[in-house]
Nanobody, 134 residues
Framework: QVYLVESGGGSVQAGGSLTLSCAAS???????????MGWFRQAPGEEREMVASIHTADGRACNVDSVKGRFTASQDNHKKTLYLHMNTLKPEDTAMYYCAAGPVGICLSNNECKSRRAADFAYWGQGTQVIVAP
């Protein structure tokens, strides 16, 4: 199993930028195992939706269409950390943001980077809140 902790959330003005981090442990989590990592968000009254994924074996990342061009997911494998770089933030980006770990097949079968079900990811962090003021 893998333990995940998100950080970096906060309150920003529309048009601003924010970078979220997801630290994984143990330190060997991404060397002894491979995962499809997902960045998800959930706004009040809405379903949890995936916004990005990262294949930990090679760091290949993608973003779903709703945030493509504004969000960039990346991986620092040495530090066992994932990132979500968010630019040109909009009020509708306000949500609780989570990172999650699931089977590598999710990434390998998602060439078009479509959103995948949260239920397919087994391990989750506690989430970090992002608030974008208008």
């Amino acid at each position: 199993q893998v333990y995940l902790v998100e950080s970096g959330g906060g309150s920003v003005q529309a048009g601003g930028s924010l970078t979220l981090s997801c630290a994984a442990s143990p330190s060997t989590a991404f060397t002894r195992n491979t995962y499809c990592m997902g960045w998800f968000r959930q706004a009040p009254g809405e379903e949890r939706e995936m916004v990005a994924s990262i294949h930990t074996a090679d760091g290949r990342a993608c973003n779903v269409d709703s945030v493509k061009g504004r969000f960039t997911a990346s991986q620092d494998n040495h530090k066992k950390t994932l990132y979500l770089h968010m630019n040109t933030l909009k009020p509708e980006d306000t949500a609780m943001y989570y990172c999650a770990a699931g089977p590598v097949g999710i990434c390998l079968s998602n060439n078009e980077c479509k959103s995948r079900r949260a239920a397919d990811f087994a391990y989750w962090g506690q989430g970090t809140q992002v608030i974008v003021a208008p």
